[in-house]
């Protein structure tokens, strides 16, 4: 458990994506969940602490860089936020 303050310490709190706090309150107990541990599932190598969105993010693109790369340049096209 150590090692996951440490990370958290480094990420300053924040998920290492998108920057933001866990916002996620676990529905059963009320309380807000931590972040998650993020790790090459080929591997086992942590990469770092993500929250739960962009956890399940990465695990619903499967961790391919490929289709990730696609899913950015199909939002880049309609988005002017870019």
């Known amino acids: 458990m150590d090692d996951f303050y440490i990370m958290a310490y480094d990420q300053n709190a924040a998920c290492a994506i998108c920057k933001k706090f866990e916002e996620m309150f676990d ?4 309380k807000k969940k931590h972040l998650c541990v993020d790790h090459d599932h ?8 993500l ?20 899913a950015i340049t ?3 096209k309609g988005s002017s936020n870019v």
């Not at 080929?42 to 602490?49: D, E, I, N, W």
């Open 27 to 30: 529905k059963r107990t009320n």
């Open 51 to 70: 929250c739960h969105s962009c956890n399940l993010g990465l695990g619903k693109f499967k961790d391919n860089i490929s289709s990730l790369k696609t």
């Open 74 to 76: 199909y939002l880049s």
């Open 42 to 49: 080929k591997t086992g190598k942590v990469r770092g602490l």
